[in-house]
């Protein structure tokens, strides 16, 4: 069974910096896309940043809005999946999910917009909340 638990999320003023953590479980597979995803109140969930583990250092992808501030990243070993977030802004207010597509590697050649039909599994959520 998979499984993915995020954490990191916290309430921090804007121009503040973040890292979130996702913890992934139940697979084998070597190479997979993960993704981090955020949804506010009242808005469509927003894919953010992908990354297909295929190598130590993966193929990673990001939305237009976070490129320069987000980063993605993992600790292969440890199935662990990083969002780091600098110059953060209101915007960026949101609950922020992990998702997983094991074995798979749909997020390399899918548009960003279409991201949230690549992952089957999803985590719970972690909320950053920013303030100006």
């Known amino acids: 069974q998979v499984q993915l638990a995020e954490s990191g999320g916290a309430s921090v003023q804007a121009g503040g910096s973040l890292r979130l953590s996702c913890q992934a479980a139940g697979y084998t597979s070597s190479s997979n896309c993960l993704g981090w995803f955020r949804q506010a109140p009242g808005k469509e969930r927003e894919g953010v940043a992908a990354i297909y583990t295929s190598s130590s250092e993966g193929l990673k992808y990001y939305a237009d809005s976070v490129k320069g501030r987000f980063t993605i990243s993992q600790d292969r070993g440890k199935k662990r999946v990083y969002l780091e977030m600098n110059n953060l802004k209101a915007e960026d207010s949101a609950m922020y999910y992990c998702?997983?597509?094991?074995?798979?590697?749909?997020?390399?050649?899918?548009?960003?917009?279409?991201?949230?039909?690549?992952?089957?599994?999803w985590g719970q959520g972690t909320q950053v909340t920013v303030s100006e």
């Open positions: 998702a997983a597509e094991p074995g798979g590697s749909r997020c390399v050649y899918t548009p960003t917009d279409q991201w949230s039909t690549v992952f089957p599994y």
